[in-house]
């Protein structure tokens, strides 16, 4: 059974770095893609970007500039850099399996969210 | 990206049926067969409910059917049940090679 567990933070101070760390158990992340979903509080779930088992990334364009994702394969894990946050950036943080590169399009399996607070 | 248009909230008693929308433009809704439904009861994580337009995910109750028409995809809950109560969210493929998800709907069994 394919489990997805994020890590990191629960509080970053205005115009740092937020680090998370997505751990997959159950899968090979040399498999499929994986995604970055985030949730601020009492508001709709917001697409960050993916990363492929060869490391290729894509970002949503309001997020690009600010966010990198990384793999670690040896780990079977993949993380989130978000740079420069601000209160708005305060969220519950979603890690994902995307099925791509098969002919599915969609994600299956996510973890349970951790939230992170943005504040002084 | 734009996030997908669904209303904030529909509402049906025990047994009737409902319908969420969920409108985009032809750069993602209408422009693939990747389109999928979240399930988010409060505090949970999202659970994936359809894929592909109209295929259920293992498991998942036949009560729950989608459609497409367009740049506008549907949910249909059939025989609503108050376990149904919770939020849903459409979500599509785009031609940026991401995913944009839907506004979400608060579906409330009366």
């Known amino acids: 059974q394919v489990q997805l567990q994020e890590s990191g933070p629960g509080l970053v101070k205005p115009s740092e770095t937020l680090s998370l760390t997505c751990t997959v158990s159950?899968?090979?992340?040399?498999?499929?893609?994986w995604s970055w979903i985030r949730q601020p509080p009492g508001k709709g779930l917001e697409y960050i970007g993916y990363?492929?088992?060869?490391?290729?990334?894509n970002y949503n364009p309001s997020l690009k500039s600010r966010v990198t994702i990384s793999v670690d394969t040896s780990k079977n894990q993949f993380s989130l850099k978000l740079s420069s946050v601000t209160a708005a950036d305060t969220a519950v943080y979603y890690c994902?399996?995307?099925?791509?590169?098969?002919?599915?399009?969609?994600?299956?399996?996510w973890g349970k969210g951790t939230t992170v607070a943005v504040s002084s | 990206q734009s996030a997908l248009t669904q209303p904030a909230s529909v509402s049906g008693s025990p047994g009737q049926s409902i319908t969420i929308s969920c409108t985009g433009t032809?750069?993602?809704?209408?422009?693939?067969?990747?389109v999928s439904w979240y399930q988010q009861h409060p505090g949970k994580a999202p659970k994936l409910m359809i894929y592909?337009?109209?295929n259920r995910h293992s498991g998942d109750s036949n009560r729950f059917s989608g459609s497409k028409s367009g740049n506008t995809a549907s949910l249909t809950i059939s025989g609503l049940q108050a376990e149904d109560e919770a939020d849903y969210y459409c979500?599509?493929?785009?031609?940026?090679?991401?995913?944009?998800f839907g506004t979400g709907t608060k579906v409330t069994v009366l």
């Open positions: 994902a399996r995307d099925l791509r590169p098969t002919a599915y399009y969609y994600m299956d399996v």
């Open positions: 032809s750069s993602d809704v209408g422009g693939y067969k990747y």
């Open positions: 979500s599509s493929y785009t031609s940026s090679s991401t995913y944009v």
């Open positions: 592909d337009v109209s």
């Open positions: 159950g899968d090979s992340i040399s498999t499929y893609y």
């Open positions: 990363i492929n088992y060869s490391g290729s990334t």
